[in-house]
């Protein structure tokens, strides 16, 4: 038995109608009060009444109740308001708190349900159910889980913003760097984004070959001999400006290219982001005015320069193409950085047009396509846009891989036990 358990039953009012205290007062729950995820009793505020007297205080949950003891709880004036201590065993008669047992008080189907989940090696849990739940539960679900990756990017935002000292358009800047990494590159991405900060890069706006020697030459790309005209511009460049802003560089080995396609090497993503620097400046008062994904989209659809149509590295020669974002590069952008970014903006700011157009904009998106994805499908679980395909990203990291079953409402709605499914 898990504590985690005996809290899903407490807080669904899953335990029998009947419960007594040890010492035989009836127990009759009126609310089972506020889940604590903090330091002291695991719920708050509620209002049981024992016997004739109605209580209104904490709970404190053990699987024993000698944990009590073990935890040290007789000595912590937090459980001084304990009113209740529900345990699943009451193995000592040293307490003077009401204690209910509630061993043989809920229906054992839910347990063995629950312990098959834990036990499973499948890729989630509920695999062989999931496919079964109601459409208008799992939509209702979906809902709120994206709604709850979105208030997680939020607190994100909020913590950078703190330290950019409330500059949205530098925040906005760290996010965008971070999210064209795809994955592989985001940390370099970021490192760079925070060493060479927006403000800098501003007071060369106009000059869009500095822009570029700043950004290249601070992710470490300027440490070896250059033959071609403009490579030997930049790093001549980025010498001056080095100096003149006491610039720090990046080690060029924080960049990875294994496994990447050519146009999404990171030296393709530099330039495109040093084109974006150059002529999208105050880019969040930008997005703040547009009202539909093209548009949006648009703002991103920048041009680099010719250099970059026939190379991918520097000093190596390869077949023109343009290099320009692509849709699903862009898409991803949108997702990650600017959507999270302009959510937060409506939070600070109480605009709710601002949230709505947010999660509209997530709507309208195309679902997003990656393995998770992918095996969601295969289980039957499609996702029609992409505030579906983040729901479905947030519930596979932080329900079904971490084992949060008991919080998940697929959980709750699988009402069988299916023996085979574990």
């Known amino acids: 038995m898990k504590e985690e358990f005996i809290y899903y039953l407490w807080e669904n009012r899953?335990?029998?109608?009947?419960?007594?205290?040890?010492?035989?007062?009836?127990?009759?729950?009126?609310?089972?009060?506020?889940?604590?995820?903090d330091s002291g009793p695991d719920f708050l505020d509620a209002r049981i009444r024992i016997g004739n007297t109605l209580w209104v205080g904490h709970v404190e949950i053990h699987v024993n109740a000698s944990d009590w003891f073990r935890h040290g709880h007789q000595h912590d004036c937090a459980y001084k308001n304990v009113v209740l201590h529900v345990v699943y065993c009451n193995d000592t008669e040293r307490l003077?708190?009401?204690?209910?047992?509630?061993?043989?008080?809920?229906?054992?189907?839910?347990?063995?349900?629950?312990?098959g989940f834990m036990r499973s090696r499948r890729w989630i849990p509920c695999e062989k159910s999931i496919a079964g739940i109601q459409q208008f539960t799992w939509l209702s679900w979906l809902e709120r889980v994206v709604v709850e990756r979105l208030e997680v990017e939020v607190k994100d935002v909020f913590s950078s913003l703190a330290m950019n000292r409330y500059d949205w358009e530098e925040t906005l800047y760290q996010r965008v760097m971070r999210y064209c990494g795809l994955k592989v590159n985001n940390d370099a991405f970021?490192?760079?984004?925070?060493?060479?900060?927006?403000?800098?890069?501003?007071?060369?706006?106009?000059?869009?070959?500095?822009?570029?020697?700043?950004?290249?030459?601070?992710?470490?790309?300027?440490e070896q001999e250059f033959t071609e005209a403009y490579p030997v511009l930049l790093q001549r460049e980025f010498k001056i400006l080095k100096s003149k802003f006491n610039l720090a560089v990046m080690p060029r080995s924080c960049w990875k290219f294994m496994?990447?396609?050519?146009?999404?090497?990171?030296?393709?993503?530099?330039?495109?982001?040093?084109?974006?620097?150059c002529i999208c400046d105050n880019l969040l008062s930008k997005l703040l005015s547009v009202d539909n994904l093209d548009s949006m989209r648009n703002l991103f659809n920048v041009e680099v320069n010719e250099y970059w149509d026939t190379h991918f590295l520097f000093e190596k020669?390869?077949?023109?193409?343009?290099?320009?974002?692509?849709?699903?590069?862009?898409?991803?952008?949108?997702?990650?950085?600017?959507?999270?970014?302009?959510?937060?903006?409506?939070?600070y700011h109480d605009n709710q047009e601002l949230k709505n157009r947010s999660l509209s904009f997530l709507n309208d998106m195309a679902p997003e396509d990656n393995v998770i994805i992918r095996r969601f499908g295969k289980l039957g679980i499609g996702a029609c846009n992409a505030q579906q395909t983040q729901a479905l990203l947030h519930m596979y990291n932080n329900y079904c891989r971490r084992r949060k079953c008991l919080s998940c409402r697929v959980f709750n709605a699988i009402k069988t036990v299916d023996r085979t499914a574990y």
């Open 14 to 37: 899953l335990l029998s109608k009947d419960l007594m205290t040890v010492d035989g007062e009836s127990v009759d729950v009126i609310s089972v009060g506020n889940r604590n995820y």
């Open 96 to 115: 003077d708190i009401p204690t209910v047992e509630v061993k043989g008080k809920f229906d054992e189907d839910i347990y063995e349900r629950y312990s």
């Open 190 to 222: 970021e490192r760079l984004a925070k060493i060479l900060p927006l403000r800098v890069l501003r007071k060369h706006i106009d000059n869009a070959i500095q822009v570029e020697a700043m950004i290249f030459g601070c992710a470490g790309f300027f």
């Open 259 to 277: 496994r990447l396609r050519p146009p999404n090497f990171p030296t393709v993503r530099l330039a495109q982001i040093a084109s974006m620097v």
């Open 317 to 347: 020669p390869s077949k023109e193409r343009k290099k320009s974002f692509g849709a699903t590069a862009t898409d991803v952008l949108i997702i990650n950085a600017v959507i999270p970014m302009l959510f937060s903006y409506g939070i």
